[in-house]
């Protein structure tokens, strides 16, 4: 039996965004609450808020979407993630940035990114502290309000020689951060959680956000689609095309570069 590619539908951004909206709303009663904290074998916090976004998310897609497969992170750490992925499936994460959530800052979102043939080609990503989602399928990316019934497109900005900004962890260390000024040329740099940050690229707010470190595929496949849409890039730290369904490596990334524009004098 051949699949219609859900990519046929020019509303599956919007549709993600839905989803990405309404798990946003579940979890934003319990941001600044009393809330029990469970630390997970990898060290990291999952709360109330995680589980029950990820159970709403999973439901809406399987309902929306059954014959694609969803990978999440929840449901990953407690099942284990399969030795084998098909061309097509679904990345979640319910909550980016728990430490962020649990500490009351308002920088954790909701994603879901879409992969085809290795690649993330649509997506959305909620902040639900400011009720702000981006999404993207089709090459376009958008931004919009919770409340508002119209999305405005986002573009990157080219890069503004001696003034581009960097999107850092809230935990890198001075040493470190000069390092990378050194290394990619921006001008400052911004401490940022979650996700987020490669929305932040994507509208031309920031220009580039380096990481070193490991991530799983499911933190970054939202943002990447909305980041690439907007005319931005994400690869690995030697600019190789980055590559998703890595079920050999337990969907783990190794580093990447999310950048926006080139320099305003490039070629």
């Not at 020019?10 to 630390?39: F, K, M, N, Q």
């Not at 097509?88 to 994460?93: A, G, P, Q």
């Not at 380096?210 to 933190?219: A, K, L, Q, S, V």
């Amino acid at each position: 039996m051949t699949h219609t590619s859900p990519l046929a539908d020019p509303g599956l951004g919007e549709r993600l965004a839905d989803i990405a909206i309404e798990a946003s709303r579940v979890i934003l009663p319990y941001w600044r609450g009393d809330l029990e904290i469970v630390t997970k074998a990898d060290d990291s916090p999952v709360t109330i808020a995680d589980r029950r976004a990820e159970d709403l998310i999973l439901e809406r897609l399987k309902a929306a979407f059954p014959d694609i497969p969803v990978i999440s992170e929840e449901d990953a750490s407690d099942f284990g993630v399969p030795e084998a992925i098909g061309p097509r499936f679904f990345l979640v994460d319910p909550l980016d940035g728990t430490k962020a959530f649990v500490r009351g800052d308002p920088s954790f979102t909701v994603n879901i990114g879409l992969v085809e043939d290795g690649r993330p080609i649509a997506g959305a990503v909620a902040l639900p502290a400011e009720s702000l989602v981006w999404f993207a399928c089709l090459g376009r990316a958008w931004r919009r309000g919770f409340a508002d019934r119209e999305a405005a497109a986002v573009k990157v900005r080219p890069w503004p020689t001696g003034g581009a900004v960097a999107l850092i962890s809230h935990t890198m260390d001075a040493k470190r951060r000069e390092d990378l000024r050194r290394e990619y040329g921006f001008a400052t740099a911004e401490p940022l959680d979650s996700s987020v940050k490669l929305c932040r690229i994507a509208e031309g707010a920031a220009d580039l956000y380096p990481r070193h470190g490991p991530t799983m595929e499911w933190d970054i496949a939202a943002g990447h689609a909305i980041l690439e849409a907007a005319g931005g890039s994400l690869t690995t730290l030697d600019r190789q095309a980055f590559r998703y369904g890595k079920a050999e490596e337990g969907f783990r990334n190794g580093g990447f570069v999310a950048r926006g524009g080139p320099p305003i004098n490039a070629g």
